[in-house]
């Protein structure tokens, strides 16, 4: 599969997905998707930008960390922060990393409902990947923090491919790696660049309102957007689409409680 295969934008309903089934795949992005990452990330940047003078000294607000930060790969991320000196920069987030993953392996809380999708997941056999602009180790941590290690097929990385997020290629390369189809698979995503990266990929984009706002995050075009994973407006979504596939395991999905 070539980048240019299945990346044409296009605003699909979850309901709309050809039946699932064991075609089908979900692909989950980490960080501020799985879990609540985000004000880690902010932290470790406000705390080493504002040692080293960034900003004269002002610490970066929540602004400023959405607008220029969250979701984005670190390399995007230097050149804006180290225009004119970019090696700085790749070193400067190398330490940031760390710093990121000594306060998540202390405190890394899953997005509520995270394991109820999960378990939906599983009970039809579907394929998953995660697709991350995030570095190996950070990801690794997070998906193990959460439990998670043996649920995911694959684990895409930004790095690995031509283009990162807010590109397709992570997403195209996940359907390349799971053997599966667009029309089969959906996405789920928090910030601005990950939602623009599943819609470029031909994919419903379920975007979850974890920290970015919900006014920025609908600029990028997703399906739908839900606070979290137990938000009605996905389970009704999912629930339609097991009618559509004639599935045996739908029951009362909306009431069930697996958190």
Known sequence: MTVGENS????????????LEARGAVLFDVDGTLCDSDPLHHYAFREMLQEIGFNDGIPIDEEFFVKNIAGK???????????D????????LEDKEAMFRRLASENLPPIKGLYKLTKWIEDRGLKRAAVTNAPKPNAELMISKLGLKDFFDAVILG?????AKPYPDPYLKALEVLKVSKDHTFVCEDSVSGIKA?????MPVVGLTTRNPEKLLMEADPTILIKDY???KLWAALEEL???GGSSETGSLNSKAIE
């Open 8 to 19: 044409v934008q296009s605003k699909k309903s979850i309901p709309d997905l050809a039946p």
């Open 73 to 83: 790969h670190n390399h995007d991320i230097a050149v804006l922060l180290f225009p």
């Open 85 to 92: 000196d970019i090696p700085r920069g790749i070193k400067f």
């Open 159 to 163: 790095s690995d491919c031509e283009r």
């Open 198 to 202: 599943g819609v470029a990929a031909g």
């Open 230 to 232: 137990v938000d009605p």
């Open 242 to 244: 097991d009618k559509k």
